[in-house]
C-alpha cells in the first residue's frame, strides 16, 4: 500500500550531483598521508582564502593575515627532502599547487615563487652550507623568497640576452641592473637574482639579502589584470655587494642550471592551470544549476551541457597528463621538453576551460563576486608566466624534429 509519506517523497525533486571535477576519481589513488595533506590544504583554502579573496585582488594586495595560517600547514620545502623541509613525492608537490589553484591562482603562484623557484634554486644549485643555512628558515616560511631572471627588457630570450651583471671584486659580487615582473619582491627577504658574469659571460645565481643589501630597491609593478593577489616587483640593483658565500655554487655556473630549476617549477604551472581549470569549472557548474531561464535551470539546456562536458573533459585530459608527469619527476626522468608540453598544454586547456566557464555565466561572468571571472584572468598570467607557450613550443618543436627553430 502506496502511504501518503511515501507519495510525498516520490514527488521530492531528486538532489542535484555536487559540482566533482575529479571526474576520474584521481583522489582516490593518493596513499593515506597524500589524502590527508590534500584535505587540509582543501579546508585551508576553502574557509580561509576563497571568502576573502576577491576583496584582496580588487585591492591589489596580498593576504598576509593568512600567512600564519600558511605556516601551519608545514609545506615549506614541499619536495625537497632534508633541512627541515616537508619533503614529499612529486604528485603530493602537484596536487597541493592544483588544489590552492582550485580556489586561487594567485595563492598558488604565491607558495610556488617561495617554494620552486626560490628555495628550488638553493637546493639545486647551492652548496652544502647555502642548503644548512637557507632552507631550514625557508621551510618554516620564516623567510620568504623570490626568482629575479626575467628584465625589463629581456623576456622569453632570458637565456642569451640576460643585461644584469655580475662583477667580482675579492670575495665580494657587484650586481647592477634591474628585474621585473618577480613575485613576492616587494617584500620577501630573500632574492634569487640571476646575472651575467662579466668575465666569464656566463649567467650566475646568487642569493641576496634584498632587505638589509644597500642598492637594492623594489618598486611594486601596479594596474595588472591577473593574478592581483601577488606582489609582482621591477628590482634595481646598483652596486648591490653581494658576498661570495653567497653565490649559488654547487651548480649555477651557466644558463643550463637555470633551466634545471625552471624544469621543476613549468611542471608545477601545469598544476596550477588544471586547478584554475576546476576552479572555474566548479563554479560555473553550481551557477547553471541554480539560474532559471525559460522557466528552467540553464544546467537542464543541451548547449550549456555541451560546453560544461567540454570543460570537464579538458580538466581530466590535463590530471591525467600531470599525474603521469609526476611519475616521471618521481623517477628523476622529467625532461625539459616533457615540463614544456605539460605547461603548454594545461596552461592552452586553461584559458579555454575559464572561457567557457565565463561564458555559462553570462553577464554574472565578468562580475568578480561569482569568482569564475578571477579563474578567467588568471589563467592569462599562468598561459604566459615561466615561459610562453610560443617558447614551450620551441623546445618541443627541437626535439622532436632534430631542428631548433630558436632565433
Ligand atoms: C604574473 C607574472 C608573474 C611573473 N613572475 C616572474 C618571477 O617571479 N620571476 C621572473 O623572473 N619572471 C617572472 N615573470 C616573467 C615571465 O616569465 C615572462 O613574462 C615570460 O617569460 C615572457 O617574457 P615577456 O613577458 O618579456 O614576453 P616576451 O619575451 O617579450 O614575448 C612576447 C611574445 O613574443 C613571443 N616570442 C618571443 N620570442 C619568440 C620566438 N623566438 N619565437 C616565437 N615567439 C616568440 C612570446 O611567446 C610572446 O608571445 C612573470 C610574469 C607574469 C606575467
Given at each position: 500500500m502506496v502511504t501518503a509519506i511515501a507519495m510525498k517523497e516520490a514527488r521530492q525533486p531528486k538532489p542535484l550531483p555536487a559540482p566533482n571535477s575529479d571526474f576520474y576519481q584521481?583522489?582516490?589513488?593518493?596513499n593515506a598521508d597524500e589524502l590527508a595533506i590534500l584535505k587540509k590544504v582543501h579546508a585551508f583554502m576553502e574557509t580561509k582564502v576563497a571568502p576573502i579573496i576577491n576583496k584582496y585582488w580588487v585591492e591589489d594586495a596580498?593576504?598576509?593575515?593568512?600567512l600564519p595560517a600558511v605556516k601551519e600547514l608545514?609545506?615549506?620545502?614541499?619536495?625537497?627532502?632534508?633541512?627541515g623541509c616537508a619533503g614529499g613525492s612529486q604528485l603530493l608537490v602537484g596536487i597541493v599547487g592544483m588544489e590552492m589553484a582550485r580556489f586561487d591562482a594567485s595563492m598558488a603562484t604565491f607558495f610556488g615563487v617561495h617554494n620552486f623557484l626560490a628555495m628550488g634554486s638553493i637546493e639545486v644549485a647551492g652548496s652544502e652550507e647555502q642548503k644548512q643555512k637557507w632552507l631550514p628558515t625557508m621551510a618554516r616560511m620564516d623567510k620568504i623568497g623570490c626568482f629575479g631572471l626575467t628584465e625589463p627588457l629581456v623576456g622569453s630570450g632570458?637565456?642569451?640576452?640576460?643585461?644584469?651583471t655580475a662583477k667580482r671584486e675579492g670575495d665580494t659580487w657587484v650586481l647592477n641592473g634591474q628585474k621585473r615582473?618577480?613575485?613576492?619582491?616587494?617584500?620577501?627577504?630573500v632574492s634569487i637574482i640571476w646575472a651575467r658574469?662579466?668575465?666569464?659571460n656566463q649567467v650566475k645565481g646568487f642569493i641576496v639579502?634584498?632587505?638589509?643589501?644597500?642598492?637594492f630597491s623594489v618598486e611594486k609593478m601596479q594596474?595588472?589584470?591577473?593574478?592581483?593577489?601577488v606582489q609582482n616587483g621591477q628590482i634595481t640593483m646598483k652596486e648591490c655587494r653581494v658576498p661570495?658565500?653567497?653565490?649559488?655554487?654547487?651548480?649555477?655556473?651557466?644558463f643550463r642550471d637555470t633551466a634545471r630549476v625552471l624544469r621543476g617549477t613549468r611542471y608545477y604551472v601545469g598544476w596550477e592551470a588544471t586547478g584554475c581549470q576546476m576552479g572555474a569549472y566548479e563554479n560555473a557548474l553550481k551557477y547553471t544549476q541554480e539560474r532559471l531561464q525559460f522557466g528552467k535551470?540553464?544546467?537542464?539546456?543541451q548547449l550549456i551541457q555541451d560546453l560544461l562536458t567540454k570543460m570537464l573533459a579538458n580538466i581530466t585530459a590535463c590530471q591525467c597528463m600531470m599525474v603521469r608527469t609526476a611519475q616521471l619527476a618521481n623517477e628523476g626522468k622529467l625532461t625539459d621538453q616533457q615540463s614544456g608540453l605539460a605547461k603548454a598544454f594545461t596552461t592552452a586547456k586553461g584559458r579555454e576551460t575559464v572561457s567557457w566557464a565565463r561564458e555559462v555565466l553570462g553577464?554574472?561572468?565578468?562580475?568578480?563576486?561569482?569568482n569564475v571571472a578571477r579563474f578567467f584572468a588568471d589563467a592569462e598570467a599562468l598561459y604566459s608566466y615561466e615561459g610562453t607557450y610560443q617558447m614551450q613550443h620551441l623546445i618541443v618543436g627541437k626535439a622532436i624534429t632534430g631542428f631548433s627553430a630558436f632565433v
Open positions: 584521481f583522489a582516490e589513488t593518493l596580498f593576504p598576509f593575515e593568512l608545514n609545506l615549506g620545502g614541499l619536495g625537497i627532502q632534508g633541512y632570458a637565456g642569451g640576452g640576460l643585461t644584469t615582473w618577480i613575485g613576492n619582491a616587494p617584500w620577501c627577504d658574469d662579466v668575465a666569464d639579502e634584498n632587505k638589509t643589501t644597500p642598492g594596474n595588472k589584470i591577473a593574478l592581483k593577489v661570495e658565500a653567497n653565490r649559488l655554487a654547487a651548480a649555477a655556473q651557466s535551470p540553464i544546467a537542464s539546456f553577464g554574472n561572468g565578468i562580475i568578480l563576486d561569482y
